[in-house]
Structures are given as C-alpha cells and as structure tokens.
Antibody, heavy 120, light 112 residues
Framework: EVQLVESGGDLVQPGGSLRLSCAASGFTFSNHWMRWVRQTPGKGLEWLAT????????NYVDSVKGRFTISRDNAENSLYLQMNSLRAEDTGLYYC?????????????WGQGTLVTVSS | DIVMTQSPLSLPATPGEPASISCRSS???????????LDWYLQKPGQSPQILIYLGSNRASGAPDRFSGSGSGTDFTLKISRVEAEDVGIYYC?????????FGQGTRLEIK
C-alpha cells in the first residue's frame, strides 16, 4: 500500500525556519518525481516545488523561490522541504504528493498533510 | 503563468441527477506529445485531494465510472452522470503543462 506521511509542521514566528519531511512507503520511491503542494484559506491549492527522481532537477513557484528548498534521500525513502524566512502567508496545510509518471504528470497519491502556522 | 478558472464555484446537486463543472485555462494545455495536461481532483471533507481524471479524459484507478472528463485545449469539463451523496466535496482542476503548475479555485459540490 502506497503511503506518504508528512511531519515537521509547527507554529513558528515570522522569519523563522522549518523542515518538513515526507516518509514514503509501499512503492519504489526513487522511481517517482515528487511535489510539495500547500493549501491555504486564501489561495486554495498551490503547487510549491517539484523534484526529479534523482534530485537533479528542481523547480519552484516564484513566491517561495530562494526561501524554500526541496530535496530527497532515496536511500531513506524521504522527501524534504526546508523553509526559511517564513511569512504569515506561508501558513497552511502542506502536502507531499507522488507524480504518477514523468509523462503523465498527475498526482496519484497525496499525504495527509502537516500544518504550518507562521505567527508571532 | 497559466490561469485556471472554474465555474461554478458552488454547485448544489440533486442525487441521481447529472452535474458538470467547467475549467478554462488561459492558454492551451495541449502538449506536442498529444497529451492535454489537465487533471481533476476531488477533496472530500477532512481528506486530502484524490485524483479523479488525468490527461483531460482518463479516469483514474478507483474513480467511479460516473465521472468523466472531456475538453479541448483550453476548455475542459468534468461530468458526473448521476450524483451520489459521497460526491460532496471540492473539485479542483490542475494544469501541469508548464511550471508553475496551477490549480483552479475549486468548485464546492453540495447535495440539495
């Protein structure tokens, strides 16, 4: 059974940092591109970042470029999102999601999400 | 950026009756490989989004056959042939033709 379990969400002050993790199981993690998507009351679902199977390609939405870093450890079957210089508007529920295939690109499995709250 | 516009944003639906949701993109989602990079997701109350339709018209594994997707390069439709109570939730379209990947605003389906 495919499982994606996010962790690391917390209450953090503006300007602070957090590292989110996503533990993958039930499939060959190294065969799949992965994404982070967040859900906020103001903007709905927002794609944040994508990483290729081997980590050699990454891209980001402009609003997090330079502040967030996506990475992965295929030996540990884990995906990460390092978030720095956090702002109030980064508050939301953060999902990791699996890309079905590089050709089809849709997200076939999502985690349950981890909550990030940025507030003083 | 490709802007995705859904309508309606709220959809009161009657069990057993059909329903449809529209999604328009600000530019064509047709790739040179022939794929239309438009997907539909359903987020049921208290759950994560789940894939329903991918590449415009392909029903995902596990998605009920009352769901169907169609569309051209910029205009797409999700149809529910006969609404059931378990279909309540928020429906999102998403384009993955080019970065940044973008979602529609969501359509909230409720049962009348």
């Amino acid at each position: 059974e495919v499982q994606l379990v996010e962790s690391g969400g917390d209450l953090v002050q503006p300007g602070g940092s957090l590292r989110l993790s996503c533990a993958a199981s039930g499939f060959t993690f190294s065969n799949h591109w992965m994404r982070w998507v967040r859900q906020t009351p103001g903007k709905g679902l927002e794609w944040l970042a994508t990483i290729k199977t081997d980590g050699s390609e990454k891209n980001y939405v402009d609003s997090v470029k330079g502040r967030f870093t996506i990475s992965r450890d295929n030996a540990e079957n884990s995906l990460y999102l390092q978030m720095n210089s956090l702002r109030a508007e980064d508050t939301g529920l953060y999902y990791c999601a699996r890309v079905a295939s590089s050709g089809e690109r849709y997200l076939d499995f999502w985690g349950q999400g981890t909550l990030v709250t940025v507030s003083s | 950026d490709i802007v995705m516009t859904q309508s309606p944003l709220s959809l009161p639906a009657t069990p057993g009756e059909p329903a449809s949701i529209s999604c328009r993109s600000s530019q064509s989602l047709l790739h040179s490989n022939g794929y239309k990079y438009l997907d539909w997701y359903l987020q049921k109350p208290g759950q994560s989004p789940q894939i329903l339709i991918y590449l415009g018209s392909n029903r995902a594994s596990g998605a009920p056959d009352r769901f169907s997707g169609s569309g051209s390069g910029t205009d797409f439709t999700l149809k529910i042939s006969r609404v059931e109570a378990e279909d309540v939730g928020i429906y999102y379209c998403m384009q993955s033709l080019q970065a940044p990947i973008t979602f529609g605003q969501g359509t909230r389906l409720e049962i009348k």
